[in-house]
């Protein structure tokens, strides 16, 4: 599949899903399709300069699939500097979804995640500010 691919209907805030058989860009073992969450950012990019652009966005994931996610993906990713909350994807690895969680329970799970790493204390967060721990706006959310 080629993942440059800029035909696209999303925006920021949209809930898309990881298409099956989607593999972790940085282990390219473990499979998270069908893992989910809001797009935050969406960027544009020239690989070459005068060759077609990619699309890349980025994703915060949902409640449902922060407390599914498994275990050693959260320790692979704290070890290696990457933030598990997050992920980003090509085109043609996402698809619509419909919204599962509140804002509430996004922090619920953050928070319950956050203090089991410590992960707070790496990003030189005040984990009694719960709004730190989100990149999302209020209207996001259900």
Known sequence: MSLINNKHNFKIGDSVV???GVLDHHTDKIDIGGWQGRIRHIEESHIIPG???YVYFYI???S???????ENYIQYC?????????????VPEIKAAMP???KAELIAARLKLDKKYNY????DLDIDEPEQLLYMDEADCN
Do not use: C, V, W
């Open 120 to 123: 707070a204390s790496i990003l």
């Open 78 to 90: 704290i070890k290696h500097g990457f933030d598990f909350r997050f992920y980003g994807f090509y």
């Open 60 to 62: 915060e994931f949902d």
């Open 18 to 20: 990881a298409k099956s």
């Open 51 to 53: 060759k077609p652009f």
């Open 100 to 102: 599962r969680d509140t």
């Open 64 to 70: 449902i699939t922060l407390q599914q996610m498994p």
